[in-house]
């Protein structure tokens, strides 16, 4: 298990960058967490490392995915909160080649039984008032 303590932006942006060396086409990384937990910002540091001229990075809540470019892969930026079902997942065509982009999947519960079977989970929790990323 690997765990990082993110009680700042700088630490979180340092997480994320831990983990942007880990990216590669086909790679998919899994927020897990409540609302307000650090998600979004942490996809915004993780696509920011990965492109650093990337500067508005927004939440895909209504679009459901933004699209970035990036040396390593093209980038997905995907949110699951609105979607009702993996049947409605796979009409947006979302679950298509997987292996060619970079995917970051924000509330990801929906689908993750589709997800690759090398997705990186990420575990985002608090704990009183310290904040977690946590990998298993």
Known sequence: MTEFICN?????????KYFARLA???QCF???GDLGYG????????IQSLNE????????TFTIVQVYNSDVAEIWHIDCYRLKSEE???????DENFQDRVTIVEWPEIIQSILP????????????TIRKLTVE
């Open 39 to 46: 998600k979004t910002t942490f996809a915004k540091y993780l």
């Open 30 to 32: 899994a927020l897990f």
């Open 24 to 26: 590669k086409p086909g």
């Open 8 to 16: 700042s932006l700088t630490d979180t942006q340092s997480a994320a």
């Open 53 to 60: 001229s990337v500067e508005d990075v927004t939440s895909p």
């Open 88 to 94: 409605e997942f796979y009409e947006l065509g979302f």
């Open 117 to 128: 079977t090398d997705t990186i989970n990420i575990k985002f929790s608090l704990d009183g």
